[in-house]
Nanobody
Framework: QVQLVESGGGLVQPGGSLRLSCAAS????????MGWYRQAPGKERELVAG????????NYADSVKGRFTISRDNAKKTVYLQMNSLKPEDTAVYYC???????????WGQGTQVTVSS
């Protein structure tokens, strides 16, 4: 019954910005750290940003540090990813999940496509 619904993706030019949202249900959202993952064509899925259950601690892959910001609203059971200064190499399908220490728990949503191209 766990559901994760990603939204906010789209086509954007290099240097542009997007904000992704992940609406969660079916589990105690406020008790879990959450992460954003991405999978580019022909590549493995990777963790790009994580946030603790309270939002007090965040971490980022080196490739996105200084450009992406992860946040959460526990009342809305939603986690966000603000993506600035986007690069073509950011093109991927983006997913959210819990259990980031385990590489995600097996209940992946559909993801949302981000395409960065001129």
């Amino acid at each position: 019954q766990v559901q994760l619904v990603e939204s906010g993706g789209g086509l954007v030019q290099p240097g542009g910005s997007l904000r992704l949202s992940c609406a969660a249900s079916g589990f105690a959202f406020s008790s879990y750290a959450m992460g954003w993952y991405r999978q580019a064509p022909g590549k493995e899925r990777e963790l790009v940003a994580g946030i603790s259950s309270t939002g007090g601690v965040t971490n980022y892959a080196d490739s996105v540090k200084g450009r992406f910001t992860i946040s959460r609203d526990n009342a809305k059971k939603t986690v966000y990813l603000q993506m600035n200064s986007l690069k073509p190499e950011d093109t991927a399908v983006y997913y959210c999940n819990r259990g980031i220490a385990r590489g995600g728990v097996g209940s992946w949503g559909q993801g949302t496509q981000v395409t960065v191209s001129s």
